[in-house]
C-alpha cells in the first residue's frame, strides 16, 4: 500500500514513517514539500503521489503561538486539514487526521471518552476542532485520533525539558493542576498502523494508559533518571503564564479502539522503556 504521511519530520511522522517503510510504499513529506494551506498546491501533490492512505499529523502545535495569531492556526491547522481530506478522497484515499485532547475544555473530572462533548477553550484546541469537524464533513473514509502531550525521540517534549533543566541545576516549578496521557510516540504509531488495518472508520482516543498531571509526570521522569534528590516546586497553572491556557483536566480514555483490541501500555511503563532507548535510566 502507498501511504504518504505529512509532517514526518515530526514527533508523531518520523516515528509513522519508521515503522511503515518495512510493509509499504511510503512518501514521508513536510510542509516545504507542499503548502496544505494552499489547495492547489495540496491538490495537485496528492493526484501526482496517488496515495492508498493518507496519514496527517502535520500542524502548528505551537499552542502558546497559536494562542498569539489564531488565524495562523485556523489556516494551518484547519484549512490545511480540511485541504488533505479533500484532496485524499479526490483520489479514494481514507484519511487519518491526528488531533488533540485539547478539544475538550478539562472542566470536569473525568477521563474524556470518543463521543464526550467537545469544548475547545484555546485557540490551539479550536483549531483541531475546526479541522476534525472539517474532515469528518468532506472524506467519509476518516480516522480522527488524539493523543495528548506526545513525546519521541529525537524531538523536543517534555522529558527532555525536565531533565534538561535539572542536569542545568536550574529550580523546576511544575504544574500540578493540568493532568492527561503521556503518549510515547512509538505506542502511539503502533496503534494507528493496528487501527487502519481494522478499516473501523471514526474517532479514537490513543493515549498511554492512566492520566497523571504534569507534577507527577515530572517527578517520575526524574526518579527514572536517577534524580531522586532534585526538588521540584508544585505549582498552579495560575502561577505559570503563559499565552494559552491549557485544559486542565483532560486525560483520555481509549474506549473506542479498546472494542478492536487495541490498547496502549501504562504510561510509566511507555516513560520506562523511552529512557531505556534514550540511554537515560538509572
Known amino acids: 500500500m502507498k501511504i504518504l504521511v505529512t509532517g514526518a519530520a515530526g514527533n508523531v511522522g518520523k516515528e509513522l514513517v519508521t515503522q511503515l517503510q518495512p510493509n509499504h510504499d511510503v512518501v514521508g513529506v513536510d510542509l516545504e514539500h507542499f503548502d496544505i494551506v494552499d489547495w492547489n498546491s495540496t491538490n495537485d501533490f ?37 485541504n488533505m481530506a479533500v484532496a ?9 487526521h491526528i488531533s488533540t485532547n485539547e478539544v475538550f475544555d478539562g472542566y470536569g473530572d473525568h477521563l474524556y471518552k470518543e463521543y464526550d ?25 476518516h480516522y480522527i485520533v488524539r493523543p495528548s502531550w ?7 517534549n517534555f522529558i527532555q525539558a525536565i ?42 482516543h490513543f493515549g498511554n494508559e492512566g492520566a497523571v498531571s504534569r507534577y507527577q509526570f515530572a ?15 508544585p505549582i498552579s ?24 483490541g487495541i490498547r496502549l501500555r501504562p504510561w510509566r511503563e511507555a516513560v520506562d522503556a523511552f529512557m531505556v532507548k534514550e540511554g537515560l535510566s538509572n
Open 117 to 141: 462533548q467537545t469544548h475547545p477553550t484555546n485557540p490551539y484546541g479550536y483549531s483541531k476542532w475546526v479541522a476534525e469537524r472539517a474532515v469528518m464533513a468532506v472524506n467519509p473514509q
Open 46 to 82: 496528492i493526484q501526482q503521489q496517488q496515495p492508498n492512505l493518507v496519514i496527517h499529523p502535520a500542524a502548528w502545535t505551537d499552542v502558546d503561538g497559536c494562542a498569539k495569531d489564531p488565524d495562523k492556526a485556523i489556516r494551518i491547522n484547519g484549512l490545511g486539514a480540511q
Open 88 to 96: 485524499a478522497a479526490a483520489v479514494g484515499a481514507p484519511i487519518v
Open 150 to 156: 506526545v513525546f519521541s525521540h529525537g524531538g523536543r
Open 237 to 260: 497553572a495560575a502561577e505559570w503564564p503563559r499565552s494559552s491556557t491549557p485544559p486542565m483536566y483532560a486525560g483520555l480514555e481509549n474506549h473506542a479502539g479498546a472494542m478492536l
Open 163 to 204: 531533565l534538561g533543566a535539572a542536569e542545568a541545576g536550574k529550580t523546576l516549578r511544575v504544574v500540578t493542576n493540568e493532568v492527561a496521557n503521556p503518549t510515547y510516540s512509538v505506542d502511539l504509531a503502533e496503534a494507528i498502523i493496528k487501527l487502519i488495518a481494522t478499516g473501523r472508520y471514526g474517532i479514537y
Open 219 to 233: 517527578r517520575y521522569i526524574l526518579d527514572a533518571a536517577g534524580y531522586t534528590d532534585t526538588p521540584i516546586l
